[in-house]
């Protein structure tokens, strides 16, 4: 492995770069660690391109991209672009996790996973999942990457289903995935899909409580449930923030997973990628699914 400056390129779309991605990088070990803002889908190639010619071919290994920003699917097509924009043997690592969205989910997926099979002696195949906010960068990653796993995933909408049925075409398009789009406005819609669901994710906006107490009631199939909302109040009322495992309050077979459970997964697993990178003999292009596979280590 070469001995050069492992130095770290960070792109975003957004106006600021992520400060706890800044941290997390250099805590994994980069030396060298530059943000760009505002980059543009079309910008990225030329980044990337200056970033390889300007080390000889034996140090690609220790040059990274990382992209964020805070849309899952933009962040995809900066990594495509970013991929594609190599030019062999000069080489470098590429990473994406925007809004620290794939690392979580993946942390979220097999937080949940570990549940199922130490409880209940099931794995995600024909599992009946639920994802409350799933056209957000949380809930998009873990739809797809559960759905990769054999469950049968529902995206539920909370104000009009046009952009879950966009989610539902994208994830089939991109990642030969079915995802079913169903309407969660009220509580009698939501009560129907929570008596349906075996597992509900709970990835809807910091603050806002999705499932209450008496919504839960109806949860007679639901084995677990996970909430990544560690800003009060929770996600699904009753979550405790350690939770992994623990029946919730009021339920008799109802099992949660709180957030700093869920987070403690998704923080060693964001440090790892980067780790990997670094230490890696050939380049490494990281996306939610080797986040996933990288989480499920990790909780064993």
Not at 53 to 74: E, H, M, N, W, Y
Not at 168 to 188: H, Q
Request: overall charge negative.
């Amino acid at each position: 492995m070469s001995d050069a400056t492992p130095i770290l390129h960070m792109l975003s779309p957004t106006k600021h770069a992520s400060p706890f991605d800044v941290n997390m990088a250099a805590d994994a070990g980069y030396k060298v660690i530059v943000p760009y803002t505002d980059v543009e889908l079309g910008e990225v190639t030329g980044l990337v391109q200056d970033a390889i010619f300007s080390r000889p071919p034996q140090d690609g290994v220790r040059t990274g991209v990382f992209i964020g920003g805070k849309d899952a699917l933009l962040a995809l097509d900066m990594m495509k672009a970013a991929k594609e924009a190599l030019v062999p043997p000069f080489q470098l690592s590429v990473f994406a996790d925007p809004a620290g969205s794939f690392t979580t989910a993946a942390a979220m997926v097999a937080c949940v996973e570990k549940v199922l099979k130490n409880k209940f002696n099931r794995d995600w195949n024909g599992t009946r999942v639920a994802i409350f906010g799933a056209t957000g960068v949380v809930g998009f990653a873990s739809s797809v990457i559960s759905a990769l796993e054999g469950a049968k995933v529902q995206l539920v909408a909370h104000r009009g289903i046009e952009r879950c049925y966009k989610a539902a075409e994208i994830s089939k398009e991109r990642f030969g995935v079915d995802l079913e789009p169903v309407l969660g406005e009220n509580d009698a819609q939501k009560n129907v899909i929570i008596a349906n669901a075996e597992v509900i994710f709970c990835a809807a906006a910091a603050g806002v409580q999705v499932l209450s107490t008496a919504n839960l009631q109806s949860a007679t199939n639901l084995l677990v449930t996970a909430d990544v909302n560690a800003v009060p109040p929770p996600g699904v009322e009753g979550m405790e923030l350690f939770m992994n495992g623990d029946l919730l309050p009021g339920c008799r077979t109802t099992t949660g997973v709180g957030p700093l459970a869920i987070g403690d997964i998704k923080y060693k697993t964001e440090s790892d990628l980067f780790k990997r990178m670094i230490s890696a003999s050939e380049p490494q292009h990281l996306d939610f699914r080797d986040a996933f596979h990288l989480a499920r280590t990790l909780v064993a």
